[in-house]
């Protein structure tokens, strides 16, 4: 009964995908935490799908939608009408290789105004991946279930996190001509919340700092700063950001290697991250842990 729900949740999904007839045919309900921790739900097009597994959505860079799933990729997606109701839960994640973003566009976007094409910079793709689903359909019934081994879902992943002295923005120009990076979020000082705002900080000489930003360089992701917190850290200096799934597991991480540790952050909330802390462990190795 199970395949028979989930083939016939796929095939509706699968039919939505890239719908040019108007209406409300080829959306789906997005739900994302907000900069308040709560859930914010909007409609956004589907663009391609491969059923319950995975879905992308195409919508602007610079609407609060996209920066929301960078501070916390966790979503739920609903899919209903009068003879279902599909919900999925799981990540989602901002894509920037080309060529997923050619396979999203959808002729109907042609003549909208939105964007010039595919390779505009303001167009951006947001693929979900599906880790657990809860689905009813009319004619098969009902089932609910995980896509993903839990083990798998709240493995950490490692990036690097480049820090500047004043010179990111520049830095940010020359890796985009380099190495054909786009740029998927950059925030500055002047945009921070006042209380992640550094001490040192001088709204008349940093407001256009860059307090954070993030490059993909097709699905690898590098994170950049102005450093204006740590001292102990000047210059320009590379180091790890092991990411996590969850806040706890981060306070876990960093009860365990805070012994003997500088600590330059206590795990906390901040503007582009639901938890994250930074210290220099007792070999000297510098690190950030936060949620992803």
Same mark, same amino acid.
């Given at each position: 009964?199970?395949?028979?729900?989930?083939?016939?949740?796929?095939?509706?999904?699968?039919?939505?995908?890239?719908?040019?007839?108007?209406?409300?045919?080829?959306?789906?309900?997005?739900?994302?935490?907000?900069?308040?921790?709560?859930?914010?739900?909007?409609?956004?097009?589907?663009?391609?799908?491969?059923? +319950?597994?995975?879905?992308?959505? /195409?919508?602007?860079?610079?609407?609060?939608?996209?920066?929301?799933?960078?501070?916390?990729?966790?979503?739920?997606? #609903? +899919?209903?009408?009068?003879?279902?109701? &599909?919900?999925?839960? %799981?990540?989602?994640? +901002?894509?920037?290789?080309?060529?997923?973003?050619?396979?999203?566009?959808?002729?109907?976007?042609?003549?909208?105004?939105?964007?010039?094409?595919?390779?505009?910079?303001?167009?951006?793709? &947001?693929?979900?991946?599906?880790?657990?689903?809860? @689905?009813?359909?009319?004619?098969? %019934?009902?089932?609910?279930?995980?896509?993903?081994?839990?083990?798998?879902?709240?493995?950490?992943?490692?990036?690097?996190?480049?820090?500047?002295?004043?010179? /990111?923005?520049?830095?940010?120009? @020359?890796? =985009? =001509?380099?190495?054909?990076?786009?740029? $998927?979020? @950059?925030?500055?000082?002047?945009?921070?919340?006042?209380?992640?705002?550094?001490?040192?900080?001088?709204?008349?000489?940093?407001?256009?700092?860059?307090?954070?930003?993030? &490059?993909?360089?097709?699905?690898?992701?590098?994170?950049? #700063?102005?450093?204006?917190?740590?001292?102990?850290?000047? %210059?320009?200096?590379?180091?790890?950001?092991?990411?996590?799934?969850?806040? $706890?597991?981060?306070?876990?991480?960093?009860?365990?290697?805070?012994?003997?540790?500088?600590? @330059?952050?206590?795990?906390?909330?901040?503007?582009?991250?639901?938890? /994250? #802390?930074? &210290? +220099?462990?007792?070999?000297?190795?510098?690190?950030?842990?936060?949620?992803?």
């Amino acid at each position: 009964m199970s395949n028979e729900v989930i083939a016939s949740a796929s095939e509706i999904i699968n039919a939505k995908a890239g719908y040019i007839g108007g209406g409300m045919q080829g959306y789906a309900a997005v739900s994302l935490i907000d900069e308040n921790g709560y859930p914010s739900t909007a409609t956004v097009t589907i663009a391609t799908a491969d059923g +319950i597994n995975q879905l992308t959505f /195409c919508t602007s860079k610079d609407r609060n939608f996209v920066t929301r799933a960078i501070k916390c990729n966790r979503a739920s997606i #609903c +899919i209903n009408s009068s003879e279902y109701n &599909l919900t999925l839960v %799981g990540t989602i994640e +901002i894509v920037t290789d080309p060529e997923t973003k050619k396979a999203s566009w959808m002729p109907i976007m042609d003549n909208g105004d939105h964007w010039t094409g595919p390779d505009d910079p303001n167009f951006a793709v &947001l693929r979900f991946t599906t880790e657990r689903y809860s @689905l009813y359909v009319v004619d098969t %019934g009902e089932a609910e279930g995980k896509l993903k081994d839990p083990a798998k879902v709240t493995a950490p992943k490692i990036e690097p996190m480049l820090q500047f002295d004043r010179q /990111c923005a520049e830095a940010i120009e @020359l890796y =985009k =001509k380099a190495f054909g990076a786009e740029l $998927a979020y @950059l925030g500055t000082y002047a945009s921070a919340n006042p209380k992640d705002l550094p001490q040192k900080y001088n709204p008349q000489t940093d407001a256009n700092l860059v307090y954070h930003a993030q &490059l993909m360089i097709g699905n690898q992701r590098i994170m950049l #700063c102005d450093n204006l917190f740590h001292d102990t850290v000047p %210059g320009h200096t590379v180091y790890p950001v092991m990411q996590f799934k969850t806040a $706890a597991e981060v306070k876990a991480a960093f009860e365990i290697l805070k012994d003997g540790a500088i600590i @330059l952050t206590q795990p906390i909330s901040t503007t582009y991250c639901e938890c /994250c #802390c930074t &210290l +220099i462990d007792k070999f000297g190795v510098h690190w950030d842990l936060m949620v992803y």
